[in-house]
């Protein structure tokens, strides 16, 4: 992994809205290349935060929302511009692929993280021993593989627990779905590489971590319970029964169990 900040997808371009005034924290969502939303999208019930004292730094991943295309999605080029947006300091929390950008990013400036949080990250390489974590990762390979792009995302959606509820996920019309297609057929997966020294580097520098589960996914509840043993840090379960743990009941959940895990620190 590279630790310079000036290789890899860069933050020119990139669309940032600041929400809030106060303790910075930097939101990495998921998703893939060609979704029409971003971070304001799919971190909303994320913003009342904004109004208790944190100022939420909320991107569109390049190629999502507002923000141009940089390439395909690979979370590890992504990882400099993240750690960018951690200025001086700042909490960082990631969501799915998002968090696999977000822990690539820790691992470029650990000092920089005042604390750690995933959300259901696909950090595979953290529980290779785990047959349920196989199990997943396979279907997931199996997704990928399909001969048509957007047989494939659908697979890889109802594999995710992606919801279908409007109120969680805006339905994107046709065109973007093949758009979402495309990329997801050229994304790097994240099972292809080793999350480990970003890991160690964080540990190594005393950043308090925590996991967040939904409760739904046998293979993303190992991957939690190994990334909280290397880590030292805390597992929460939001019995979502979906990918969206920080979003049901209009975030008030996670919301809570956030501000509670950083005002402790």
Same mark, same amino acid.
């Given at each position: 992994?590279?630790?310079?900040?000036?290789?890899?997808?860069?933050?020119?371009?990139?669309?940032?809205?600041?929400?809030?005034?106060?303790?910075?924290?930097?939101?990495? %969502?998921?998703? &893939? *290349?060609?979704?029409? !939303?971003?971070? #304001?999208?799919?971190?909303?019930?994320? +913003? /009342?935060? @904004?109004?208790?004292?944190?100022?939420?730094?909320?991107?569109?991943?390049?190629?999502?929302?507002?923000?141009?295309?940089?390439?395909?999605?690979?979370?590890?080029?992504?990882?400099?511009?993240?750690?960018?947006?951690?200025?001086?300091?700042? %909490?960082?929390? &990631? *969501?799915?692929?998002? !968090?696999?950008? #977000?822990?690539?990013?820790?691992?470029? +400036? /650990?000092? @920089?993280?005042?604390?750690?949080?995933?959300?259901?990250?696909?950090?595979?390489?953290?529980?290779?021993?785990?047959?349920?974590?196989?199990?997943?990762?396979?279907?997931?390979?199996?997704?990928?593989?399909?001969?048509?792009?957007l047989v494939g995302v659908v697979?890889?959606?109802?594999?995710? !627990?992606?919801?279908?509820?409007?109120?969680?996920?805006? +339905? /994107?019309?046709?065109?973007?779905?093949?758009?979402m297609a495309k990329g997801f057929?050229?994304?790097?997966?994240?099972?292809?590489?080793?999350?480990?020294?970003?890991?160690?580097?964080?540990?190594?520098?005393?950043?308090?971590?925590?996991?967040?589960?939904?409760?739904?996914?046998?293979?993303?509840?190992?991957?939690?319970?190994?990334?909280?043993?290397?880590?030292?840090?805390?597992?929460?379960?939001?019995?979502?029964?979906?990918?969206?743990?920080?979003?049901?009941?209009?975030?008030?959940?996670?919301?809570?169990?956030?501000?509670?895990?950083?005002?402790?620190?």
């Amino acid at each position: 992994m590279t630790s310079h900040l000036t290789e890899g997808h860069t933050l020119q371009g990139v669309h940032v809205e600041r929400w809030g005034t106060g303790t910075p924290v930097v939101l990495v %969502h998921g998703g &893939g *290349h060609g979704d029409p !939303g971003g971070g #304001a999208l799919k971190w909303r019930f994320q +913003r /009342p935060l @904004a109004e208790q004292g944190w100022e939420l730094i909320v991107s569109d991943r390049p190629g999502m929302g507002q923000s141009p295309s940089q390439g395909p999605d690979d979370f590890e080029l992504d990882g400099p511009w993240v750690a960018e947006l951690l200025g001086d300091g700042a %909490h960082l929390i &990631g *969501h799915s692929y998002g !968090g696999a950008i #977000a822990t690539c990013a820790s691992g470029l +400036r /650990p000092e @920089a993280v005042r604390s750690f949080t995933l959300i259901e990250a696909p950090l595979f390489s953290v529980a290779r021993d785990r047959p349920e974590a196989r199990a997943l990762v396979a279907r997931l390979e199996g997704a990928m593989s399909e001969r048509i792009p957007l047989v494939g995302v659908v697979k890889a959606f109802k594999v995710l !627990g992606i919801p279908r509820d409007r109120e969680l996920r805006e +339905r /994107p019309p046709v065109s973007a779905m093949r758009a979402m297609a495309k990329g997801f057929k050229t994304m790097r997966s994240p099972d292809s590489f080793d999350f480990g020294p970003s890991i160690d580097a964080v540990v190594a520098a005393g950043v308090p971590t925590m996991w967040v589960d939904g409760g739904w996914s046998d293979g993303l509840r190992a991957v939690g319970e190994e990334f909280t043993k290397v880590s030292g840090g805390k597992l929460l379960t939001i019995p979502a029964g979906h990918h969206f743990p920080q979003m049901i009941e209009g975030g008030a959940p996670f919301n809570t169990a956030w501000q509670t895990f950083a005002g402790e620190l």
